[in-house]
């Protein structure tokens, strides 16, 4: 059976890295919870798979946050992972439908609009680095090159896709970055250019066709030598509780949970996995003792 695994390694006889990572699993699990059209997952999904590999390259129990803050109807898309290859997301409006492009693909594009793409860094010594660009496309694959360039001076090539059956399953989801090393020579740039150009289909799709990542990476990267260095499980992972969501209840203060005690009962949902908590009377009255 096959498992959702990022893989980080060299090329080129080590004049370029790549990390490449497959998403199907993950991307399925959080369509199932968020019950997300075809066009929000794909917009989500090429989102954690982006926010995967950009935390691998973090340390410890840093994370990184991305966001879409675009004008199309998804209202913004949500992504945040650690080294640790756990991810999770969310867009504001999971059930847009909007029409396939002339090229039979979704518009991830004019589901996310236009507008600024946001990446913050929560680092080990507690500070929290923040770069914001524009978007270029709305596709996010070139939105988050566009912001390596720019923020990070880091020349990247960069694939994202995901594949949703008419049922609405996902059945292929991966990333794959390249990106030249100090020392790489204009024919090595050329080379990952023009493998990249020979791609016939979508990475989405050669996933989908494979048996596992190591075979994908193989139709990926073709006659290009390359070497595995690294392999780290990824999934979707929430870090929500209900004693974390205590906590929030208990910050509102007493006033904030008089007005849930009026009805008994409360129940809170986590924006980024869809899990539902419920919170008694009894329970409430207690959060209420703490608040004061």
């Not at 990022?6 to 890295?17: K, P």
């Not at 849930?260 to 008694?280: G, I, P, R, W």
């Amino acid at each position: 059976m096959q498992h959702d695994e990022l893989l980080i390694g060299t090329m080129l006889e080590g004049m370029a890295r790549w990390v490449a990572v497959r998403t199907t699993d993950t991307v399925e699990e959080a369509r199932r919870r968020h019950g997300l059209s075809p066009v929000a997952t794909a917009a989500l999904g090429r989102l954690m798979t982006g926010t995967l590999i950009l935390a691998s390259s973090l340390k410890g129990d840093e994370s990184i946050t991305l966001r879409l803050l675009g004008d199309g109807p998804l209202e913004g898309v949500v992504a945040v992972g650690n080294a640790q290859g756990e991810v999770r997301g969310y867009v504001h409006e999971p059930l847009v439908d909007l029409p396939l492009k002339v090229s039979g693909k979704l518009d991830v594009g004019s589901a996310v609009g236009r507008g600024e793409l946001a990446v913050s860094k929560s680092l080990q010594n507690g500070e929290v680095y923040t770069g914001v660009v524009p978007m270029v496309s709305g596709e996010i694959a070139e939105d988050l090159v566009q912001y390596l360039l720019t923020s990070e001076q880091i020349p990247s090539a960069l694939l994202l896709g995901v594949r949703v059956e008419k049922d609405y399953h996902v059945v292929g989801a991966a990333g794959l970055l390249i990106q030249p090393l100090p020392g790489a020579t204009e024919a090595d740039i050329q080379a990952i250019e023009n493998r990249i150009g020979q791609l016939g289909v979508g990475i989405s799709e050669l996933v989908a066709q494979s048996q596992s990542v190591d075979e994908m990476l193989e139709l990926l990267m073709g006659p290009l030598p390359y070497h595995v260095l690294e392999r780290r499980a990824v999934g979707f992972t929430c870090n929500c509780s209900k004693e974390r969501l205590s906590d929030t209840l208990v910050s509102i203060g007493k006033k904030g949970i008089a007005d849930l005690v009026s009805d008994e009962k409360a129940e809170m949902v986590c924006h980024f996995c869809n899990e539902h908590y419920q919170f008694t009377l009894e329970e409430l009255l207690q959060l209420s003792e703490q608040a004061e």
